[in-house]
Structures are given as C-alpha cells and as structure tokens.
C-alpha cells in the first residue's frame, strides 16, 4: 500500500466518516455515510410515531368510555341524549322492547333475528335498538364469564379462593337482578318511542362505526 493511499485513508477516517464495504442490491458500492448522518438517521427512526393496532386502539376506547360510564352510573344517569323518534310507529317501539326485554332469559337472540332480517334495514329505530341491546348483553355476559374463570383460577388458594368464590356466589346473582333491571328501563323508554344513549356503551359503539 502507498503512503498517499494510507494518508487518504486516514484523512477519511479523521473526517468522521465511516467507510461501508458491502455493495448494494445492484451490485454498486454502497456510498461512504457519516456519523452524524448515521445519528440523524437513527434519531429520526425513534422519534418516528408507532401507530397503534386496531385491537390497541378499541382497548384504548374501551378502557376511556368504561371510565365515563362509571362516572354517569355514580351520578344516577341511566341515559343520557333521550329524544322521541318521531318516525317510530307501533311495530318498531315494539320490536326495540322486546330487544330489551329478551335479554333477560334468552340473551342475544332478539336482537340478533331483527339485525338479519331484510325489513328490520329499512327500520332505523328498531336497528338502534337491537345493535345497542345486543353490545349490551355482550358486555354483560362477556364480563359475566371473565369473573368465573378468574374465580375458577384462584380456587387453587385455598383460604383466599374460598372466600372469593363465596363471594361471587353473591354477587352474581345481584349482578343478574340489576342488569334485567336495567334492560326492563330500557325497553320501557324505547317502548315510548325514544332514542338515547347508554352511558360509556353507546358512545364506544359509535367511535366503532357501528351505531
């Protein structure tokens, strides 16, 4: 090796330029890059927002309008936004009742046939209605079976599953009594023609798309 090529060598290094022997895709020599290119290139990818996922971002909603409807059932507020649907006739008030009602003994059903049905699309009060009973009973039930497999994990202790499950032997049935509680108030105001807005639920749905 010659004393120019070592001295230009050196003046390349002693410029902080760091030299890059691997060739690219097209089989051309990668260009040099500095270190200061490398650093700007490194703090621009941290900083660079991470977007979230779909399930990420319906835990975020879900975990935001939980907290409202804690705050509003604190309050006594059942509904918020009631209005009376003018275009609601008879059979629609009707259908959104026993939406509500349903519930009570045969979960999910109701709302389920009146969402598939063909006429039920062109009967917007009465889609409301099933869509918003339907999420209700979901969540309900949904919880409903997270509490009996976190109680049925937590027999294994003995003393501190006993009393747990003794518990949830209380509050389920309490839990069952306040929620058909709940849907008969539901159905009885969609009986009487009007729209409104479960606490927390509603809200999430429509941040869905889905009311």
């Known amino acids: 090796m010659s004393t120019e090529d070592v001295t230009g060598a050196?003046?390349?290094?002693?410029?902080?330029?760091?030299?890059?022997?691997?060739?690219?895709?097209?089989?051309?020599?990668?260009?040099?890059?500095?270190?200061?290119?490398?650093s700007a290139q490194t703090s621009q990818a941290a900083s660079a927002p991470v977007e979230s996922t779909p399930v990420e971002r319906m835990a975020s909603d879900a975990y935001q309008h939980t907290s409202?409807?804690?705050?509003?059932?604190?309050?006594?507020?059942?509904?918020?936004?009631?209005?009376?649907d003018p275009l609601a006739d008879n059979d629609d008030r009707l259908i959104a009742l026993l939406s509500y009602a349903t519930q009570i003994i045969i979960p999910v059903i109701m709302p389920a046939i009146v969402l598939l049905s063909e006429s039920s699309k062109?009967?917007?009060?009465?889609?409301?209605?099933?869509?918003?009973?339907?999420?209700?009973?979901?969540?309900?039930?949904g919880l409903l079976v997270l509490a009996g497999i976190g109680t049925a994990v937590i027999q294994v202790v003995p003393l501190i599953g006993f009393l747990i499950g003794l518990m949830?032997?209380?509050?389920?049935?309490?839990?069952?009594?306040?929620?058909?509680?709940?849907?008969?108030?539901?159905?009885?105001?969609?009986?009487?023609?009007?729209?409104?807005?479960?606490p927390g639920l509603t809200s999430f749905l429509r941040d869905q798309n889905w009311l």
């Open 168 to 198: 949830m032997a209380c509050i389920v049935p309490l839990a069952w009594f306040a929620q058909a509680i709940l849907l008969l108030y539901y159905g009885f105001q969609a009986y009487k023609g009007r729209r409104f807005a479960i």
């Open 10 to 38: 050196g003046a390349t290094q002693s410029a902080g330029q760091v030299p890059v022997n691997n060739v690219g895709a097209n089989g051309e020599p990668m260009p040099y890059m500095s270190q200061s290119a490398q």
């Open 68 to 84: 409202e409807a804690a705050n509003a059932f604190s309050r006594g507020e059942l509904m918020q936004n009631s209005e009376i």
């Open 122 to 141: 062109k009967r917007p009060f009465q889609r409301y209605h099933a869509v918003q009973s339907l999420a209700f009973a979901v969540v309900f039930w």
